[in-house]
T-cell receptor
Framework: GQSLEQPSEVTAVEGAIVQINCTYQ??????LSWYQQHDGGAPTFLSY????GLEETGRFSSFLSRSDSYGYLLLQELQMKDSASYFC???????????FGAGTRLFVKA | NAGVMQNPRHLVRRRGQEARLRCSPM?????VYWYRQLPEEGLKFMVY????????ESGMPKERFSAEFPKEGPSILRIQQVVRGDSAAYFC?????????????FGEGSRLTVL
């Protein structure tokens, strides 16, 4: 089967750095993605890692370790607008479907 | 270049009625996914389709639910004889063939309420 685990909630202050972890179990791993979703909105793509290492896109970075079946999303210089749910998602080689974790709700405080 | 279009955005049905949700993928995209989301929960995979083919429907309930993506027109998720437990947001996402970035483009969702 397939499963992804990530913390349900994280709280941080404006300007801080926060890391959201994701561990996964899947058959035939292809890549790990991260999505952001604001309340009532659509999920939007943030990043994708197919290989080990760190990918940086502005204030957001994503890391993958395939040997540890682990990844994280790093958000720097937090802003109030970053308050949202963040989902890790695994794309597998068995049909290439993408499976999502339950999401981490990030609260950014002033 | 229009994004993924879903309609209706909101749909109210009484128990036993049928719900039809439509999704037009981004131009040039031939892969469509349907996900279901309950409040405060994650996105649950339902079905993955390419034009005229169901690739993976392992997340679809065996009864009352069906999906199609015809050669012409939008993808349709059909729920027959709806029950209160079907109330949820249904998101469609599309992806172009051969793209290897893992990026799915989501529509704004269709929110189904069953009375």
């Amino acid at each position: 089967g397939q499963s992804l685990e990530q913390p349900s909630e994280v709280t941080a202050v404006e300007g801080a750095i926060v890391q959201i972890n994701c561990t996964y179990q899947t058959s035939g791993f292809y890549g790990l993605s991260w999505y952001q979703q604001h309340d009532g909105g659509a999920p939007t793509f943030l990043s994708y890692n197919a290989l080990d290492g760190l990918e940086e896109t502005g204030r957001f970075s994503s890391f993958l370790s395939r040997s540890d079946s682990y990844g994280y999303l790093l958000l720097q210089e937090l802003q109030m607008k970053d308050s949202a749910s963040y989902f890790c998602a695994v794309k597998n080689t068995g049909g290439f479907k993408t499976i999502f974790g339950a999401g981490t709700r990030l609260f950014v405080k002033a | 270049n229009a994004g993924v279009m879903q309609n209706p955005r909101h749909l109210v049905r009484r128990r036993g009625q049928e719900a039809r949700l439509r999704c037009s993928p981004m131009k040039g995209h031939s892969h469509v996914y349907w996900y279901r989301q309950l409040p405060e929960e994650g996105l649950k995979f339902m079905v993955y389709l390419q034009k005229e083919n169901i690739i993976d429907e392992s997340g679809m309930p065996k009864e009352r639910f069906s999906a199609e993506f015809p050669k012409e027109g939008p993808s349709i998720l059909r729920i027959q004889q709806v029950v209160r437990g079907d109330s949820a947001a249904y998101f469609c996402a599309s992806q172009s063939e051969g793209v290897n970035t893992g990026e799915l483009f989501f529509g704004e969702g269709s929110r189904l309420t069953v009375l």
